[in-house]
């Protein structure tokens, strides 16, 4: 098994042919994978061709005015149909043994989650099909994030074709899912990237094989030319108190909620609005009617990246109290603390996963411990009685992100990683035959 060593970014040589890269995902657009779209514009601007294969349709009528220009080069698939027939049947003839391989791969690394195992199944006649597709199209290198269906289609492709693949652990499919099959699914993989220092260490913990040397960590960025501060704002009364993600339980709303009600039980005049969408909008909701917020925070529902650009710069406080879920999810590090960093604003967070390698506390913004309504409170109370505080905090934590976490030096290094894998784009893959998987799942019972 070979994992990726660390690569330094390098410009493309005049009149080299431009690198072909597939990303494989899950759904393209997707509302709240800005990071993915933000990257692969990026990379385009690198000089690589992006080609996308979605496994599923956009479920979302609210699309980035950036994903469209990206729907041309984006590939989908009925569920059926006689061209996926047909893939079936080329690689069958071509290679029985690879097809058959690649089939019960999919089956070895998801059969201890009996609904990830449907899925992928059911997808698998997809993933064959887009097979055909990148190998019609010449693609040299497959790409996916996150270690769940995306990753395993475009496993498949890459076995079938021979062909280098990476990886992209974020957070819920490294963490909330059964960690025997993230395992198998990561040491199975040719090569791993990361989106920060604390999943390369996780992951190193997790896979005995994987050394952390092997894993490319490479931050999610923003694009700061987007994403700035305006130049010039007054604070405003009552100061702005934004979050914005998923309304999800990992994101700790419920927190910002109550800590809201403290500051209003503290006679502290403020406006707090929550942007995003998902299943805890109600329970949220009722939140806010049960402590009669109705008039001081608001859920304002999915929103545009423009949108939410123009919400950054105009608020005073920006937080995101993130926790780990009951059922073991949490986030790596979210994009959207980068994002108001980089519109300069002052940001409170938790110390979860590798959120403290973007969020410094008292240098870059605030910590407090997740699930701590009061210090949380605290802390907002602390930035807005504190407007010195809140441009202190503001000013590093734009300029860390413009250093460490601005897209186009990370998607770089992303690049620069992608043309050592997928030069020469045909190689041999090794086929492991089906009885080794079977005897592996036999000894694992």
Same mark, same amino acid.
């Given at each position: 098994?070979?994992?990726?060593?660390?690569?330094?970014?390098?410009?493309?040589?005049?009149?080299?042919?431009?690198?072909?890269?597939?990303?494989?995902?899950?759904?393209?657009?997707?509302?709240?994978?800005?990071?993915?779209?933000?990257?692969?514009?990026?990379?385009?601007?690198?000089?690589?061709?992006?080609?996308?294969?979605?496994?599923?349709?956009?479920?979302?009528?609210?699309?980035?005015?950036?994903?469209?220009?990206?729907?041309?080069?984006?590939?989908?698939?009925?569920?059926?149909?006689?061209?996926?027939?047909?893939?079936?049947?080329?690689?069958?003839?071509?290679?029985?043994? %690879?097809?058959?391989?690649?089939?019960?791969?999919?089956?070895?690394?998801?059969? %201890?989650?009996?609904?990830?195992?449907?899925?992928?199944?059911?997808?698998?006649? /997809?993933?064959?099909?887009?097979?055909?597709?990148?190998?019609?199209?010449?693609?040299?290198?497959?790409?996916?994030?996150?270690?769940?269906? $995306?990753?395993?289609?475009?496993?498949?492709?890459?076995?079938?074709?021979?062909?280098?693949?990476?990886?992209?652990?974020?957070?819920?499919?490294?963490?909330?899912?059964?960690?025997?099959?993230?395992?198998?699914?990561?040491?199975?993989?040719?090569?791993?990237?990361?989106?920060?220092?604390?999943?390369?260490?996780?992951?190193?913990?997790? =896979? +005995?094989?994987?050394? +952390?040397?092997?894993?490319?960590?490479?931050?999610?960025?923003?694009?700061?030319?987007?994403? %700035?501060?305006? $130049?010039?704002?007054?604070?405003?009364?009552?100061?702005?108190?934004?979050?914005?993600?998923?309304?999800?339980?990992? /994101?700790?709303?419920?927190?910002? #909620?109550?800590? =809201?009600?403290?500051?209003?039980?503290?006679?502290?005049?403020?406006?707090?609005?929550?942007?995003?969408?998902?299943?805890?909008?109600?329970?949220?909701?009722?939140?806010?009617?049960?402590?009669?917020?109705?008039?001081?925070?608001?859920?304002?529902?999915?929103?545009?990246?423009?949108?939410?650009?123009?919400?950054?710069?105009?608020?005073?406080?920006?937080?995101?109290?993130? #926790?780990?879920?009951?059922?073991?999810?949490?986030?790596?590090?979210?994009? $959207?603390?980068?994002?108001?960093?980089?519109?300069?604003?002052?940001?409170?967070?938790?110390?979860?996963?590798?959120?403290?390698?973007?969020?410094?506390?008292?240098?870059?913004?605030?910590?407090?411990?997740?699930?701590?309504?009061?210090?949380?409170?605290? $802390?907002?109370?602390?930035?807005?009685?504190?407007?010195?505080?809140?441009?202190?905090?503001?000013?590093?934590?734009? =300029?860390?992100?413009?250093?460490?976490?601005?897209?186009?030096?990370?998607?770089? /290094?992303?690049?620069?990683?992608? %043309?050592?894998?997928?030069?020469?784009?045909?190689?041999?893959? +090794?086929?492991?035959? +089906?009885?080794?998987?079977?005897?592996?799942?036999?000894?694992? /019972?």
């Amino acid at each position: 098994m070979s994992h990726s060593t660390k690569t330094e970014s390098m410009p493309v040589s005049q009149g080299e042919n431009p690198l072909k890269v597939a990303y494989v995902l899950h759904r393209f657009p997707h509302l709240t994978e800005t990071f993915i779209l933000q990257e692969m514009q990026s990379m385009r601007q690198q000089g690589v061709e992006i080609v996308i294969f979605s496994l599923l349709p956009p479920k979302h009528s609210v699309i980035h005015k950036q994903a469209e220009a990206l729907l041309p080069v984006t590939h989908y698939s009925p569920w059926l149909s006689g061209e996926i027939i047909q893939a079936q049947i080329h690689f069958l003839k071509r290679s029985p043994r %690879r097809y058959l391989a690649a089939l019960v791969k999919t089956l070895w690394q998801t059969y %201890r989650e009996p609904k990830v195992c449907l899925m992928a199944l059911a997808l698998f006649p /997809k993933s064959v099909y887009f097979a055909r597709r990148i190998e019609t199209l010449r693609i040299d290198h497959i790409h996916s994030h996150f270690i769940w269906l $995306a990753a395993l289609a475009a496993g498949v492709a890459a076995d079938l074709l021979g062909i280098s693949h990476s990886v992209h652990p974020h957070a819920f499919d490294l963490f909330q899912r059964d960690q025997r099959s993230v395992r198998y699914a990561l040491e199975a993989a040719p090569s791993i990237i990361t989106i920060s220092k604390f999943n390369r260490d996780y992951i190193a913990a997790l =896979c +005995p094989q994987i050394r +952390p040397t092997d894993i490319e960590v490479v931050y999610c960025g923003v694009d700061t030319d987007n994403f %700035r501060p305006l $130049a010039s704002q007054a604070p405003h009364t009552p100061p702005r108190i934004l979050s914005v993600g998923q309304l999800v339980e990992k /994101k700790g709303h419920e927190y910002l #909620i109550d800590a =809201c009600a403290l500051l209003a039980q503290r006679g502290i005049d403020f406006q707090c609005q929550i942007a995003g969408a998902g299943p805890r909008q109600a329970a949220l909701q009722a939140r806010i009617d049960h402590h009669h917020l109705q008039g001081q925070v608001t859920l304002s529902g999915a929103l545009r990246q423009d949108q939410l650009i123009t919400l950054y710069q105009e608020s005073d406080v920006f937080a995101l109290a993130c #926790i780990h879920a009951q059922d073991g999810d949490r986030d790596g590090i979210p994009v $959207a603390l980068m994002e108001a960093m980089a519109c300069e604003r002052p940001v409170i967070s938790t110390p979860v996963a590798g959120i403290p390698e973007l969020v410094r506390h008292n240098d870059t913004g605030l910590l407090v411990a997740e699930r701590d309504t009061a210090g949380l409170a605290n $802390a907002l109370t602390q930035l807005i009685a504190d407007p010195e505080l809140r441009r202190r905090l503001g000013r590093a934590a734009r =300029c860390l992100i413009v250093q460490e976490f601005q897209s186009g030096q990370n998607v770089a /290094k992303l690049a620069a990683i992608f %043309r050592r894998l997928g030069k020469p784009h045909r190689t041999s893959a +090794p086929v492991i035959p +089906p009885d080794i998987y079977l005897s592996t799942i036999q000894m694992d /019972k």
